[in-house]
């Protein structure tokens, strides 16, 4: 069974950058797509972006801009960058496995709050 | 790129039947049949309920099916359980190749 565990700091700076790591154990991973979804509290589910097989990767059109999504597949590890935060960026970050059109495996969510 | 509508809530007696409805587009839903439905407990992450419009995951009830007419995806729950109870989510691959979400539907059981 594949497991999926999101680290990174809970607490970011305005204007600063966000990191996030999804560490990816107990599976082959090969041949998935790799998700980074976001929640604010209280609302829905945001794709933000992710990567294909290939190692090319999509992004939602915004923020789009600020987001870069990497994977090390020599470490089973894939990485979430967003940069110019705001408030409006705090939420719970999931990563994810699936394939093209469906999320099969999710962590279980990181907080990160945007304050000063 | 809009998030797909869902009512906010819907709400059930233990057995009976509720139905979720997903609406976008021709270029999510009504454009691909790709639409996925998760389930979400409180504080928990989203659970693959259903992908490619009808189709099971291994392990889930046969109570739950789902559909899709035109550019509106559903969710049945039949025999409504206590369990059923939590948030559920559309999705659709979309004509950017991305994925958008649905807006969510509470589920109460009454």
């Known amino acids: 069974q594949v497991q999926l565990q999101e680290s990174g700091p809970g607490l970011v700076k305005p204007s600063e950058t966000l990191s996030l790591t999804c560490t990816v154990s107990s599976g082959p991973i090969n041949g998935y797509y790799w998700y980074w979804i976001r929640q604010p509290a209280g609302k829905g589910l945001e794709y933000i972006g992710r990567i294909f097989p290939s190692g090319n990767s999509n992004y939602k059109p915004s923020p789009e801009s600020r987001v870069t999504v990497s994977v090390d597949r020599s470490k089973n590890l894939f990485s979430l960058k967003m940069n110019s935060v705001t408030a409006a960026d705090t939420a719970v970050y999931y990563c994810a496995l699936g394939d093209m059109i469906r999320l099969d495996y999710w962590g279980q969510g990181a907080l990160v709050t945007v304050s000063s | 790129q809009s998030a797909l509508t869902q009512p906010a809530s819907v709400s059930g007696s233990p057995g009976q039947a509720i139905t979720i409805s997903c609406t976008g587009t021709s270029s999510d839903v009504g454009g691909y049949d790709f639409v996925s439905w998760y389930q979400q407990h409180p504080g928990k992450a989203p659970k693959l309920m259903i992908y490619e419009v009808t189709n099971r995951p291994s392990g889930i009830s046969f109570r739950i099916s789902g559909s899709k007419s035109g550019n509106t995806a559903s969710l049945t729950i039949s025999g409504l359980q206590a369990e059923d109870e939590a948030d559920y989510y559309c999705?659709?691959?979309?004509?950017?190749?991305?994925?958008?979400f649905g807006t969510g539907t509470k589920v109460t059981v009454l």
């Open positions: 999705s659709s691959y979309t004509r950017s190749t991305t994925l958008v």
